[in-house]
């Protein structure tokens, strides 16, 4: 028999579609392990409970998988040159696998495992990835990449979808000792993980008419309409691939379905970026924005947190996210917006509370958020656009439906007062069982003035970075 090969998983918890597995496969016998890093879950935007209780869940579901074919998988704790050296001292293994990760801090480590096991003589291999294009796939007419994403798009749109790659029936190997994944977290996923899961959600949102609808719904946070298949995508348990030959790709595709894929275009848009631009991972793209006075609020910012503004779209989202790990894309925008532009508060404050509550916080596709809307990032669109909390409030959830369900104290509100509670009368207030000041807050800023300081605030970075 030949020596086994590691099959070392990452971001990409599935049997199916997987490159680097396919490869450890036809080389001969295969060890599948998963690393349990420390450092990796002691970084500050990885202390994120509902995150790790599914990545618990997709450990479990892809052990299942792996035993249904005849392996397993070994997870050990340690930094991962050392644990995987273990690994292949243990199983006589010359070769490891893996799948290419594009960020900065992933491919930092890649290289470092690469450079300690080729000192014990182990090969490493890159195979795959995560993202349907790698950066160096799309180098833009710089060769820098995309800074705007509407060239990104005609370019990635015009990327081949890769052919279906089967599971492999049998994974024979060696048996080693490992940790039981199910140890690897407490508490429960906020939904349920793995890439029968993800196929399931897929299969789903296109067959029932999810992905047609997507235009006209996906902005209507009420309707629960978009496909939640962010954290599938996050930690691999499904692949833009395979979303494509879902929506039936390369065949041209309804309106709803290109408006879908492009929503896929934005998460690779966001990795080639922080992949080029490591330094967005802690300050602005655009220079001239890298030094806004901005406020120290903690008061305002544990309001925001807690879902206890006065403005009840920007709360019924940060409580969706505490209650289910998950907020509306629109909602997202409105609530950072509000901690940025309404209480100046500095994004990267509101990143780490959002990389902490998500169950697909993703620090490419969070910080190209953040920075959007912040402004300070990548976007054609500019810095002056403020959200008004309240009139996104009346156009996208104008009956106030996701309103009533994530705040119940404005469940009587009447329709004509639920995105303004403050301007009832106090006979509506009695009526709606909610006093204003008592039973939910009063605004806390005026988003009026606080449109204006942001300006300034801007005006003024601006001016500081400007030459001369
Ligand atoms: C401030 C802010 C922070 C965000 N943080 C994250 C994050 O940590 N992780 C994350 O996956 N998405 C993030 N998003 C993007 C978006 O809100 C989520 O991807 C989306 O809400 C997930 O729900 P869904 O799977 O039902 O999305 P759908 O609407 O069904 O979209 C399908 C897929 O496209 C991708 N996608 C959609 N919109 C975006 C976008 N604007 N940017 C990048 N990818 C997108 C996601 O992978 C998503 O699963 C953030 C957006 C904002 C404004």
Redesign the pocket.
Known sequence: MSAPTVMWFRRDLRTADNAALAEATAAGPVVCAWVRDPALLARRHHRAPARLAFLRDGLVALDADLRARGSRLVVRTGAPEDVLAGICRDAGARQVVHAREVSPWGRARDARVAAALARDGVRVDAAGGDLLVDPDGLPGSSGHGYRVFTPFWSAWRAFPIPAHVPAPDRIDGPALAGDDPGHVADGASPVPAGAAAARDALVR?VRDGGADG?AAA?DDPAADA??????Y??LGMCTAAQVGRALGLPAPLSPGREE?WR??A??E??HHLLARRPDVARGALNPALRDVAWADDPAGLAAWARGLTGYPLVDAGMRQLAATG????RV??V??SFLVKDLHVDWRR??TV??RA?V????A??N???Q??AGTGADAAPYFRVLNPVRQSQRFDPGGAYIRRWVPELTRVPDARIHEPWRMTADEEAAAGCVIGVDYPAPITDHAGARERTLALYRDARERAAPG
Request: charge should be positive.
């Open positions: 949102f997507y996906r978009t496909s939640r298949l962010s954290a995508l996050r879908f929503q896929i934005w998460r848009f966001f998950w907020m509306h894309n997202r925008m609530a950072a509101g990143e959002f990389m998500l697909d916080g993703d620090p596709s969070n190209g958020g953040w959007w809307v």
